[in-house]
């Protein structure tokens, strides 16, 4: 959660410095910025908001967890802060030209294949699963990062909920497959 707020801006920044023309890099951050900001401080507020009844616990429970929200809200706050005003900054700063960034991908690829393979460990050990999950996260990683193709799933997917809803037969099916599978993952609490 904390990491997620400076996710959201650099995105952004990325995403409008994809589609903006001959804008300076200035210009994207501070558009960037400023439109993410609001959501982010909401999502901000909002955690803290339900983190406050746990900070102020009366009794001995509350004097003993009384730290951990009032950390983590802080915490939480200033990566608020640093989301909005040094994520901006250092952005403009070094994502200036696409060729500059591309030195930086294979850097990425070997780091993203390092962490997956940790990721999947048993107490830092290697497993047979690391083995499998940090390659494939490796490859995903080089679609991601080295071709250009958009996506088809985005496409079938819209598609697909557009021929499922259109009719009114499909919609009860979606409420009562929607249904189903509620009543059985409450069954699942039992197991």
Known sequence: MLVDNAIVVIEMIDEKKKTSGQLSMTDIVVSSTTRVAPAILASTVTTVCA???LAIMKGDIGSIIREIPLTAAIAMTISFITSVTVTPILAAQFIKHSSAANKYKALTLIVITVCAL???????????LSFISGPL????????????????LPDLFHRFIGKLMHSKDHKILVM???????????GLLFF
């Open 137 to 152: 996260v490796a490859g995903l990683g080089y679609l991601k990062l080295y071709t250009n193709k958009k996506s088809k």
């Open 51 to 53: 983190l406050v009844p």
């Open 118 to 128: 940790y990721a999947f460990s048993d107490n830092l050990q290697l497993t047979g």
């Open 176 to 186: 009562g497959v929607t249904f189903v599978l509620l009543i059985s993952s409450v």
